[in-house]
Each structure stands twice: as structure tokens, then as C-alpha cells.
């Protein structure tokens, strides 16, 4: 999924491990785009991820490119793609400051 989320640029990748704060899920990968068609690159490139590696779909996407910030749910995995000015709003990283980081693209 990071490869995938860096091949189209997308920016500061995070990769929480949150299954010891978490019922719903045991990482959130979280990254950030420039525009509007970036965060839909990014979507679409965790969906074909998701899909060739495991034959996985999400179980529900919510937020769109247009509002700056989209949430693919994976079960397990929820991915989180934020505008940068959103991503900086919404904090997660501060909210989920106990999930252990394994891996971090700057």
C-alpha cells in the first residue's frame, strides 16, 4: 500500500499500528496529496493495491477528493487521504499518538 500511495506522490505516508487503542481496525495508513486530482489518484491507487495483493475491497469509502479528505475502509486497514491543510485540522497523528509507527515516508 505505501508503495503504491508513493508511486503517485502522495506525501509524509504513515502507517499506525492501532490495534491495541482499536476494535475496528489494527492500522491506519495515512497520507497527504496536493490537489484535487491527486487524493483521487491516491484513492484509486489504495483500491487497485488492496485489490491485486489480497482480492480486497473496501467495505465503505466516505469523504470525496472535492472536501480535501477520503477514508477507505478496509476491515483492518483503514486508509486515510487528507489535503494537506485538512490532514494538519484533523490531527490524527496527535488523536493516535499511542499506535506504535511502523513506517514513516517524508
Known amino acids: 500500500m505505501v508503495d503504491a500511495l508513493q508511486e ?11 490495534h491495541s487503542q482499536a476494535v475496528f481496525a489494527d492500522y491506519f495508513v495515512i497520507c497527504s496529496g496536493e490537489s484535487e486530482p491527486q487524493l483521487r489518484a491516491l484513492m484509486q491507487a489504495a483500491q487497485i493495491e488492496a485489490k ?12 470525496n477528493p472535492a472536501d480535501g479528505w477520503i477514508l477507505v475502509d478496509f476491515g483492518d486497514v483503514v486508509v486515510h487521504l487528507f489535503a494537506v491543510e485538512k490532514r494538519a485540522y484533523y490531527d490524527l497523528e496527535s488523536l493516535w499518538h499511542k499506535g506504535r509507527v511502523v513506517v514513516r515516508m517524508q
Open 8 to 18: 503517485k506522490k502522495g506525501l509524509d505516508i504513515l502507517v499506525l499500528d492501532i
Open 52 to 63: 491485486k495483493e489480497g482480492d480486497r475491497r473496501p467495505k465503505g469509502v466516505e469523504g
